[in-house]
C-alpha cells in the first residue's frame, strides 16, 4: 500500500511539473510573439496576408489566392478582393476588383491601444475613389481590415501581419536585425 501512495505521489508531483513547464513555454512564446509583433510595426513595410473575406450580403469566404496589403512609408499595395453591392461602378476597371491598386495614402495614423493593439487607419485614392482603411492589429499578429468607400458597401477582411523573422540562438530565440 506505502509503494502505491508514494508512486501516486511521485507521479501527481511529475504532472503538475510538466504542466508549469508548458505554461512558461506558452507565456515565452507569448512575449516572443509580441515583441515581434511590435518590431514589425515599427518598419515599414508593413504587409499583412488576408486569408479571410466579410462581406456585408454575400456569406464570408476563406480565400485561396493570396491576397495582401503591403503600407510603406508613404504609399499602399492593395491587393484584395472585392464582393459587395457598387453603387457606381467603374468600367476603366475591366473586371478588376476596385481594390486592387498602388497609391499614395493620406492621413496615415498608427496608434497603440491600451491592449496592446495597433489601430492603423489611413486613406488611399484610386482614380476618383476614395477609400478608407482601418486595421486592429492584435499581439499574436491576427489582423482585421475593415475598407469603405463611398461608392461601394463596406467589407472587412482577416489575416496575419507578416512578422519578421527570429534566429535561433541556443534556448534563446532573437530577432533578425
Not at 36 to 56: E, G, L
Not at 75 to 87: K, M, N, R
Not at 125 to 145: A, S, V, W
Amino acid at each position: 500500500m506505502y509503494k502505491l501512495l508514494a508512486f501516486i505521489l511521485i507521479a501527481v508531483c511529475s504532472a503538475s511539473c510538466v504542466s508549469t513547464q508548458k505554461a512558461e513555454e506558452r507565456a515565452h512564446a507569448r512575449r516572443v510573439s509580441q515583441l515581434r509583433v511590435v518590431n514589425a510595426m515599427s518598419k515599414r513595410p508593413i504587409k499583412v496576408d488576408v486569408d479571410y473575406m466579410m462581406p456585408r450580403r454575400v456569406p464570408a469566404q476563406h480565400l485561396t489566392t493570396n491576397y495582401s496589403l503591403t503600407i510603406f512609408n508613404d504609399s499602399v499595395d492593395s491587393y484584395l478582393p472585392y464582393f459587395g453591392v457598387a453603387y457606381q461602378s467603374n468600367l476603366a476597371d475591366h473586371m478588376q476588383s476596385p481594390l486592387t491598386f498602388t497609391s499614395k495614402v493620406s492621413n496615415l495614423t498608427i496608434v497603440k491601444s491600451k491592449k496592446n493593439a495597433f489601430h492603423i487607419t489611413f486613406s488611399a485614392k484610386k482614380g476618383n475613389e476614395l477609400f478608407d482603411y482601418e486595421l486592429l492589429i492584435f499581439d499574436n499578429g491576427k489582423t482585421q481590415i475593415q475598407v469603405q468607400d463611398s461608392a461601394r458597401e463596406s467589407i472587412m477582411f482577416s489575416g496575419n501581419l507578416v512578422l519578421p523573422e527570429l534566429i535561433k540562438c541556443g534556448n534563446d530565440a532573437r530577432l533578425k536585425q
